[in-house]
Nanobody, 121 residues
Framework: QVQLVESGGGLQQAGGSLRLSCAASGNIFRINAMGWYRQAPGKQRELVARVTSGGTTNYADSVKGRFIISTISRDNANTTVYLQMNSLKVEDTAVYYC????????????WGQGTQVTVSS
């Protein structure tokens, strides 16, 4: 079973910074990509940033130049993904979810429990 444990988040003033982290563990053979999504009240969940095992990244237009996604891998299975969020805006307020796609025997796509990010004006 694949587990994603998130940390970070909280309350920050506009213009400030926060860092989220998400550690993947379990009987994982390979992680193909990890990413961060967010869901604000009354809105659909949206992609924030994603990074593949080959290092390819993509970002939502709304966070380009402000957020940076990165990973640290101890081996093929144990990977932690970070989201450095700078120049935060009120509209960044949402629950942020970590996602991992890979193989653990069968292919999987797992989600973290979510962490609240609140940006005040």
């Amino acid at each position: 079973q694949v587990q994603l444990v998130e940390s970070g988040g909280g309350l920050q003033q506009a213009g400030g910074s926060l860092r989220l982290s998400c550690a993947a563990s379990g009987n994982i053979f390979r992680i193909n990509a990890m990413g961060w999504y967010r869901q604000a009240p009354g809105k659909q969940r949206e992609l924030v940033a994603r990074v593949t095992s080959g290092g390819t990244t993509n970002y939502a237009d709304s966070v380009k130049g402000r957020f940076i996604i990165s990973t640290i891998s101890r081996d093929n299975a144990n990977t932690t993904v970070y989201l450095q969020m700078n120049s935060l805006k009120v509209e960044d307020t949402a629950v942020y979810y970590c996602n991992a796609d890979g193989a653990a025997g069968p292919l999987f796509s797992s989600w973290g429990q979510g962490t609240q990010v609140t940006v005040s004006s």
